[in-house]
């Protein structure tokens, strides 16, 4: 089974269950490499006269250096395999090749990376690039809760360029 493109008006995916309840992987990379980790948070909307996904990496994390590399990234969604979900955000593509290790099958779609696993691949352009500041929040407790000082995350936001579901 493959892929084919939908277009924009056609997407319908719940933006609240498919990071927070039911996860999903960003990916980037090249021939040479890639590399992919579950993120639980993320955004999608309309920004800057289109249509945008943000992700959080925090600046330990190895797919940093891919997305950082890379002008486009992937967010793949699922059907279910949250365990191999579960590994692929636990362990680092510094010291193991986790994506052989839960048998996933990289793709590239447009030349980015993605998943044959996957249900539905979203490629994206990288537009802008923040750290996200823990003086900034309003509610105090979120920061003191979620971040420390050396590890606040950095928002990567894209243009959606393709949204492809499998056939």
């Not at 994390?61 to 949250?82: A, I, W």
């Not at 802008?128 to 309003?138: A, L, Q, R, T, V």
Request: glycine share 8%; charged share 30%; net charge negative.
């Amino acid at each position: 089974m493959g892929f084919h493109e939908i277009k924009i008006q056609d997407f319908d995916l719940n933006p609240f269950t498919s990071t927070g309840k039911d996860w999903s992987l960003v990916t980037a990379g090249d021939e040479n490499g890639i590399n992919t980790m579950t993120v639980t948070w993320g955004m999608m909307g309309y920004l800057w006269r289109g249509p945008v996904i943000s992700v959080y990496i925090r600046p330990t994390r190895y797919t940093k250096k891919f997305v950082d590399e890379q002008n486009c990234f992937s967010l793949s969604f699922f059907n279910g395999y949250k365990k191999e979900l579960h590994v692929l955000g636990l362990k680092s593509g510094r010291d193991v090749d986790k994506i052989a290790e839960v048998g996933f099958n990289p793709i590239f779609l447009d030349g980015v990376p993605a998943f044959e696993e996957a249900k539905l691949v979203i490629v994206a352009e990288k537009l802008y690039i923040d750290d996200i500041k823990p003086e900034n929040f309003i509610d105090k407790n979120i920061p003191e809760k979620l971040y420390t000082k050396e590890e606040p995350h950095i928002v990567y936001t894209g243009r959606v360029k393709k949204i492809y579901v499998k056939d």
